[in-house]
Structures are given as structure tokens and as C-alpha cells.
């Protein structure tokens, strides 16, 4: 079955530094990966998604994911920290060729401080 | 605006009552399904529809009753109300039923109480 590990609740950087948001998955086939973004008392919008192709994905906002098949990671990267994205933020896994049924991490909540 | 619609967005009910929460989509997507999303375990699928007259259990189905009558509509019915189902719940639909790369468009979430 598959499954969606992130690692770390609650992620606190400065404004400007590095983010780094951490996602391990497990699947017995080749999935698709996924990040959304939930600002507060809202759904979920897509951040970036892997597909095929290239592994390092860019997505809105200035994020970016790698998939890293021999470590089973999509870990989301963002290279300057801003105030308006502390949010909380789903990686999630789908198996090709299937329906969308995601399967998603517990989520991290991301707090960006001055 | 074009989008997912859920009603209501607040509910409170006591245990044993019944409700529906409603979900409408008019992006003609084939696919749509029901999440509850709880504190520290993300977003649990509950049911899902590949189009109408077609739903399927995902992976919290119990105390959860869907159909699909049209396209647009796919509401989700609580028969028996308990703390349990204590949770925001999203419903969120995509354009073809037949890829997984499909990006799920969400709704802005119904957020219920069971006492």
C-alpha cells in the first residue's frame, strides 16, 4: 500500500532563508507526486506535481521539488523564505494509470518569522 | 466563478442526527471525491465517484454514504452522527477519472461539529 512520510509538524525559518520541507514515499509502482498548499480556512491548490520526465519540478511561487527515486523522496525547496508562505503544505502520492485518489502526508505547517 | 461549491461551511450537530454535505462542480470533471482532514494525519479519502452513477470506498468509508446522480452534484450523507466524524471535510473533483497526474481542484471546505 502506498504511503506519505513528512517529516517534521511544524517548520519555523526566518524571512529570507532557505525553506525545506521534507517528503518520503512508498509505492510498489512508479507514482505520482504531488505538492499542495493550504492557506488558512481554505482548500488545497497545487504547489507542483511530478509526473514523467524531468525530476526537478518548479512549481508556483518560486518552489521547486525533486524526485529522487533510489532515496523515495519529493522534498519541496524554496530558496528565500517570504512572510506569505506560512501555510500549511501536503505532499501527496498517486499511482499511475489509477484514479485520483492521493494519498497524503500528515502535513507540515510552515511559520515564517521576521 | 468557476469551481467546487460546498455547503455548508459550519455545522454543529448532536449525536445520532443526520445531514448531507453538499459539493457541486461545474467544470463537467468526471472524477470527484469527499476527504476529511483531521489534525496530524492529513487528508483521509473517504468515497469517490469516476462519474455519474459510479462510487467507490475510499479509505474511511464507514459512517459515509455517497451517490452520484449527475455530473455536477456529489453530496455526502452522515446517517448517524458521531464525535468521531468530528472534522473539516473537502471535496475536491478533476477532469478525467483515468490518469492519476490529474491535479484535484478542491472546494473551500465544511467544517462539522458532533457533540
Known amino acids: 500500500a502506498q504511503s506519505v512520510t513528512q517529516l517534521g509538524s511544524h517548520v519555523s525559518v526566518s524571512e529570507g532563508a532557505l525553506v525545506l520541507l521534507r517528503c518520503n514515499y512508498s509505492?510498489?509502482?512508479?507514482?505520482?507526486l504531488f505538492w499542495y498548499v493550504q492557506y488558512p480556512n481554505q482548500g488545497l491548490q497545487l504547489l507542483l506535481k511530478?509526473?514523467?520526465?524531468?525530476?526537478l519540478v518548479k512549481g508556483i511561487n518560486g518552489f521547486e521539488a525533486e524526485f529522487k527515486k533510489s532515496e523515495t523522496s519529493f522534498h519541496l525547496t524554496k530558496p528565500s523564505a517570504h512572510m506569505s508562505d506560512a501555510a500549511e503544505y501536503f505532499c501527496?502520492?498517486?499511482?499511475?494509470?489509477?484514479?485520483?485518489?492521493?494519498?497524503f502526508g500528515a502535513g507540515t505547517r510552515l511559520a515564517v518569522h521576521p | 466563478n468557476a469551481g467546487v461549491t460546498q455547503t455548508p461551511k459550519f455545522q454543529v450537530l448532536k449525536t445520532g442526527q443526520s445531514m448531507t454535505l453538499q459539493c457541486a462542480q461545474d467544470?463537467?470533471?468526471?472524477?470527484m471525491s469527499w476527504y476529511r482532514q483531521d489534525p496530524g494525519m492529513g487528508l483521509r479519502l473517504i468515497h469517490y465517484?469516476?462519474?455519474?452513477?459510479?462510487?467507490d470506498q475510499g479509505e474511511v468509508p464507514n459512517g459515509y454514504n455517497v451517490s452520484r446522480s449527475t455530473t455536477e452534484d456529489f453530496p455526502l450523507r452522515l446517517l448517524s452522527a458521531a464525535p468521531s466524524q468530528t472534522s473539516v471535510y473537502f471535496c475536491?473533483?478533476?477532469?478525467?477519472?483515468?490518469?492519476?497526474?490529474?491535479?484535484?481542484?478542491f472546494g473551500a471546505g465544511s467544517r462539522l461539529t458532533v457533540l
Open positions: 475536491a473533483s478533476s477532469y478525467s477519472r483515468n490518469s492519476g497526474a490529474n491535479v484535484l481542484t
Open positions: 467544470m463537467n470533471h468526471e472524477y
Open positions: 501527496a502520492v498517486s499511482e499511475t494509470g489509477g484514479y485520483n485518489k492521493l494519498i
Open positions: 509505492s510498489s509502482v512508479p507514482p505520482y
Open positions: 465517484s469516476v462519474g455519474a452513477g459510479i462510487t
Open positions: 511530478y509526473t514523467t520526465g524531468a525530476t
